[in-house]
C-alpha cells in the first residue's frame, strides 16, 4: 500500500491567494483527518470525516478555511484568502473509525504564505 | 493545559537505552500511541498499546503503561543515530480525536 498520499509537499504562495492541500487517504479507511503543525501549538485537529461526511470541524481555525471530501479517495483542504499566520505543515490522516482507530499519516504540505 | 504531557528533550549515547515518558489525563482512553517524527517527513506510527495491558514489547522497544498514574513510557534499546528524531505520545479521545503531547526531540550522540 502506498500509504496517505498528499500534495504538493511544499507550497509557498503570497498573501491573499487561495491554496488547495490535496490528499488521498489509505484504500479501505473509513475516516480522513487534517491537523496542523507549528512550533508554537503543535499538532491540531482541523476536521474529520468519517464515510466522505465533515464530522467534526471545529478545529477549522476561521471561515477562510474550507475542507471537502467530494469520495472515498480524495480531500482537499483550501485557504482562501491565505495569510502568513497559515504558514505550517498539513498533515493528512486516515484510518478505519472503528475496528482500530490507529491513524496513519501523510508525510504533510509545508505551506509558507509570505 | 495540556491533556497529555512530555519532556521536550532527551540527549542519550548511542547503544544506550532511551527512555520517554508521557502521562496523560483521560481514563477512558482505549489506545496510547507512540508516533515518531523525523526531520521534514510525517508522522510515523511507532507502536501502540491497548488500555488493559501494561505492557508490550516489540523488538527494540517497550512500551510500559501505568494506568493508576496515567504513566506511559517508550524504551528503545540500543538507541541508534536513526532513532534522533521527534517521539509524540497521543491518547484517543472520543473514538477518533487523538491527543498528542508537545513532542520530546530525542537526539543520539556518538
Known amino acids: 500500500d502506498a500509504g496517505v498520499i498528499q500534495s504538493p509537499r511544499h507550497e509557498v504562495t503570497e498573501m491573499g491567494q487561495e491554496v488547495t492541500l490535496r490528499c488521498k487517504p489509505i484504500s479501505g479507511h473509513n475516516s480522513l483527518f487534517w491537523y496542523r503543525q507549528t512550533m508554537m501549538r503543535g499538532l491540531e485537529l482541523l476536521i474529520y470525516f468519517n464515510n466522505n461526511v465533515p464530522i467534526d470541524d471545529s478545529g477549522m481555525p476561521e471561515d477562510r478555511f474550507s475542507a471537502k471530501m467530494p469520495n472515498a479517495s480524495f480531500s482537499t483542504l483550501k485557504i482562501q484568502p491565505s495569510e502568513p499566520r497559515d504558514s505550517a505543515v498539513y498533515f493528512c490522516?486516515?484510518?478505519?473509525?472503528?475496528?482500530?482507530?490507529?491513524?496513519?499519516f501523510g508525510p504533510g504540505t509545508r505551506l509558507t504564505v509570505l | 493545559g495540556e491533556d497529555v504531557e512530555q519532556s521536550l528533550f532527551l540527549s542519550v549515547r548511542e547503544g544506550d537505552s532511551s527512555v520517554i515518558n508521557c502521562t496523560y489525563t483521560d481514563s477512558s482512553s482505549t489506545y496510547l500511541y507512540w508516533y515518531k517524527q523525523e526531520p521534514g517527513a510525517g508522522l510515523q506510527l511507532l507502536t501502540y498499546?491497548?488500555?488493559?495491558?501494561d505492557m508490550k514489547q516489540d523488538q527494540r522497544l517497550t512500551v510500559l503503561l501505568n494506568k493508576k498514574d496515567k504513566h506511559l513510557s517508550l524504551r528503545i534499546a540500543d538507541t541508534q543515530t536513526g532513532d534522533s528524531a521527534i517521539y509524540f505520545c497521543?491518547?484517543?479521545?472520543?473514538?477518533?480525536?487523538?491527543?498528542f503531547g508537545a513532542g520530546t526531540t530525542v537526539t543520539v550522540r556518538a
Open positions: 497521543a491518547e484517543s479521545k472520543e473514538d477518533y480525536k487523538l491527543s
Open positions: 490522516a486516515s484510518c478505519i473509525v472503528g475496528v482500530r482507530d490507529t491513524q496513519y
Open positions: 498499546i491497548f488500555s488493559n495491558m
